[in-house]
C-alpha cells in the first residue's frame, strides 16, 4: 500500500466531493471544428461555482474528450491546486500512458471495452487481481490514487482492497434506474451494504453513472462514506437549461441536503 494515500477510509469529516465529468462537453465540441463549447471554460465555470474536482475519461477511440484535453485540464488545474483531477479509463489500454504523462490525483480504472457505448460494469474479483494488482502499484509508484470501478457487491470488496485499491467507485446505474421505483429501497440497500463492507477493509468510496438532480440526495443520505461524486451526463444536460454556475450550485445544494439528512 502507498505511504502516501493513508488509509482512506478514515480520511477526515466527509463533506462529499463534487467532480465533474467533461465527457459530454467535449463530444458536442467535437460535432463542429470551432472549438466550442470549451472544456477548460466549463472546468472554469464549473470550480468557480463550487465544484471541487474534475473528471474527464479520455477512451481509445477520443469520441468525447481528447489527448489535449487532458493536457489543458492539467495546465487549467495548475491555478487550482486543491482541486482533484479525476482521470477514468481502462489500465489495459490507453490510461496508463495518460497517467504517467499527467500524474492526476486519481486514476479510475474502468473495465470498458474500446468501442463500448458507456462504462456498463465493474471490475470482477478474483479474476481481475492478479493483472491489476502491477498496474495500481505503477500508480502509487507515481502518487496517484486508484479508484476501482465496482458493481455494488459486498463480497468483492475486500479482494479490492487487497490488489491495493485505495478507493472503489460505486456504479450507480441500478439504483439510477430504481430511483422512484417501488425497487429503490431494496436497490439503495445493496448500495449500502457494499458500501459498509468497503469501509471495513479501509477502502474510501466514490460513486457515479447516471447520477443527476432528482437522485443524488436520496442516494448520498442512504450510503455512508461518500467521499467523491463524479457526475457528467445529467449534469450537462442540466447546464443546457439552467446554465453551468447555477448547475453547479443545484448539484452542490443537493450535497448539502443528503448530509443535513445525515445530522
Ligand atoms: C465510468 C463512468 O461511469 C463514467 O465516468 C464514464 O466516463 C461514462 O463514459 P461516457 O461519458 O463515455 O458515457
Ligand atoms: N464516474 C462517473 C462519471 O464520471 C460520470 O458519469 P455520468 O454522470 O456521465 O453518468
Known sequence: MNPLVASE???GALLTVLSVN????ALLRNSRHLGI???TRMATLALEAGAQGITVHPRPDERHIRSHDVTDLDALLK???HIDYNIEGNPFHNLMDVIRAVRPHQATFVPDSVGQFTSDHGWTFPDDAERLAPLIAQCHELGVRVSLFMDPIPEMMRAAREVGADRIELYTEAYASAWGTPQQTAVLARY????EAALAVGLGINAGHDLNRDNLTDFLAAVPG???????HAL???ALELGFPATIRAYLACIQRAHARQG
Not at 192 to 195: E, I, M, N, P, V
Not at 226 to 232: A, F, H, L
Request: proline share 7%; hydrophobic share 50%; charged share 10%.
Open 9 to 11: 477510509a478514515h480520511a
Open 22 to 25: 467533461l465527457n459530454k462537453v
Open 37 to 39: 463549447p470549451s472544456v
Open 79 to 81: 491555478a487550482w491546486p
Open 192 to 195: 449500502t451494504a457494499a458500501a
Open 226 to 232: 461518500v467521499q467523491e461524486v463524479s457526475i457528467g
Open 236 to 238: 450537462t444536460a442540466d
